[in-house]
């Protein structure tokens, strides 16, 4: 299955005008596409199926137990599949069953450890005020941010070992989050505000033969050694912002095989 992957893009802001790339069989969307939803009509009557993970601003300024309801509603009005916790298999053109795991796997901030979570949760309230969403009334700060990740993590951990028992042939991982340290921004390093960034899903990497994620605004193409197995793909296809230089070098019409 030949797929194109577009993330953070955004489009509440950015002048991006999105195009299908030649050869795809798929569209996955792997979040930050538009803050304010809008941006999502450029994606209506799109030649190819869409599946949509949802990335931290396509929440800003929302409950998150309202959001969910309206944003699948929106996705279904275009066409989109969402997933979030779910999975789903799809048949490429040659017979070969791909199932599909979504979840957006919010930061838990153990990207270093226990001893520096303390310091990555305080990073991350710079970014929680930038969001301005509530959860269940309450501001959605980064203890409700690390109470949503560890259930996406579970549910994610839980799913990806599940036999396949024939029902599946390649399993495809799309998170908005980075799931390695592997994915971190250079510009930035391990510095605390990296793990509102990246997760340390190391150790689920080798359930899968290729994870998609976004969230960093640079681009990533790498391969996790597996013991007996082909090397599991890890790529980023984020655009970025393009003021910031982030944009530069952008491949949207990259096409990636499964």
């Known amino acids: 299955m030949k797929l194109q992957l577009l993330s953070d893009l955004h489009l509440e802001t950015e002048d991006f005008e999105p195009q299908p790339a030649a050869g795809a069989e798929l569209l996955v969307l792997a979040g930050d596409i538009d ?89 991350a309230a710079y970014f929680m005020r930038l969001m301005r969403a509530t959860r269940q009334g309450a501001a959605f700060d980064a203890e409700g941010v690390r109470e949503e990740a560890l259930a996406c993590r579970h549910w994610l951990a839980a799913t990806l070992q599940e036999p396949a028992q024939g029902r599946w042939d390649k399993t495809v991982v799309v998170t908005h989050f980075a799931p390695s340290f592997r994915s971190a921004d250079p510009r930035f390093g391990a510095q ?41 793909r890890v790529v980023c296809q984020a655009r970025g912002l393009a003021d910031k230089g982030e944009a530069d070098g952008y491949e949207p019409g990259k096409l990636i095989e499964i």
């Not at 994606?43 to 396509?58: K, R």
């Not at 919010?106 to 949760?121: I, P, V």
């Not at 509102?196 to 969230?215: E, Y």
């Open 35 to 123: 803050a304010s939803w809008q941006g999502f009509e450029r994606f209506a009557g799109w030649p190819v199926p869409v599946l949509f993970v949802a990335g931290n601003h396509e929440f800003d300024g929302r409950e998150l137990a309202e959001a969910w309801p309206a944003l699948r509603e929106r996705a279904a009005s275009l066409g989109w599949t969402v997933l979030e916790r779910e999975s789903l298999v799809l048949t490429d053109r040659a017979g070969q069953r791909v199932r599909f795991v979504g979840t957006v796997r919010w930061s838990d901030f153990d990207l270093f450890g226990d001893a520096r979570r303390d310091a990555a949760m305080r990073a």
């Open 192 to 232: 605390p505000g990296t793990a509102s960034f990246c997760n340390a899903d190391d150790d689920l990497l080798v359930h899968a033969d290729l994870w998609l994620h976004g969230h960093l605004h640079c681009r990533h193409d790498y391969r996790v050694a597996r013991d007996g197995r082909p090397p599991t």
